[in-house]
T-cell receptor
C-alpha cells in the first residue's frame, strides 16, 4: 500500500513562474514531512521540512504547506529557475524513524 | 568533504555472486539508514541503526541481505547470492537523533548495482 503519493509524474513550468508540487498521504501517524530534490546519478538532497504541528514553513524560494485534514502537502518554488529542474520527492516519517517516499515528480523549468 | 560517502559508486556482478557496499556517515550523526531505489520509484527503506544497534529491518530485506555497523561509525550492506532483481541504486543516509533534534536525513551519492 502506497502511504505517500505524488500523483503527477511530471510538471513543466516557465522560468520565473511558480512551481507547485503536490503530495498526498494516508497514514495519520506521520508527524514530519520532508521534500528532497534529486539529480540523475546522485543521492537525494534535502530541501525543506515541516512538522505536523505547523501548517507552513519557508526557506528562501521554497515554501511547504501542510493541510492535515486533507492529508496533503505541497511545495511552492518561486520564482522557478532552470537549476530547479530535477525530480522532487516528498517523504514522511513517524517519530524520526524511517522515511516513506512518494514516487517523485519530474520538474522541468523552461527558459 | 563532510557529507555521507558511499563506496563503490558502481558495481557490476554476475548472478549468484556476493557483494558488499560501504557507507561512511556524517561524523557526528548517530543514526544510519539504508534505502533501495529502482527506476521510476522513490527510495524504499531497508534498515537503520542507532549507533551500533540495528533498530528496524524492512520485510524487503530478505535473508540474503545483512547490514552491520560494528563500531557505530561506518556501515556495510552485504547481499549474498545476488539475483537480477537486486539491481538497483542502494542509498545510505545519516541523521543526528537527540531529544529535540530535527528529523532530516542526509543522503550519500548511492551505489548503483547491476546484476547480470
Amino acid at each position: 500500500d502506497q502511504q505517500v503519493k505524488q500523483n503527477s509524474p511530471s510538471l513543466s513550468v516557465q522560468e520565473g513562474r511558480i512551481s507547485i508540487l503536490n503530495c498526498d498521504y494516508t497514514n495519520s501517524m506521520f508527524d514530519y514531512f520532508l521534500w528532497y530534490k534529486k539529480y540523475p546519478a546522485e543521492g537525494p538532497t534535502f530541501l525543506i521540512s515541516i512538522s505536523s504541528i505547523k501548517d507552513k514553513n519557508e526557506d528562501g524560494r521554497f515554501t511547504v504547506f501542510l493541510n492535515k485534514s486533507a492529508k496533503h502537502l505541497s511545495l511552492h518554488i518561486v520564482p522557478s529557475q532552470p537549476g530547479d529542474s530535477a525530480v522532487y520527492f516528498c517523504a514522511a516519517s513517524v517519530g524520526a524513524q524511517k522515511l516513506v517516499f512518494g514516487q517523485g515528480t519530474r520538474l522541468t523549468i523552461n527558459p | 568533504d563532510t557529507g555521507v560517502s558511499q563506496n563503490p559508486r558502481h558495481k557490476i556482478t554476475k548472478r549468484g555472486q556476493n557483494v558488499t557496499f560501504r557507507c561512511d556517515p556524517i561524523s557526528e550523526h548517530n543514526r544510519l539508514y539504508w534505502y533501495r531505489q529502482t527506476l521510476g520509484q522513490g527510495p524504499e527503506f531497508l534498515t537503520y541503526f542507532q549507533n551500533e544497534a540495528q533498530l528496524e529491518k524492512s520485510r524487503l530485506l530478505s535473508d540474503r541481505f545483512s547490514a552491520e555497523r560494528p563500531k557505530g561509525s561506518f556501515s556495510t550492506l552485504e547481499i549474498q547470492r545476488t539475483e537480477q532483481g537486486d539491481s538497483a541504486m542502494y542509498l545510505c543516509a545519516s541523521s543526528s537523533y537527540f531529544s529535540g533534534s530535527s528529523y532530516e536525513q542526509y543522503f550519500g551519492p548511492g551505489t548503483r548495482l547491476t546484476v547480470t
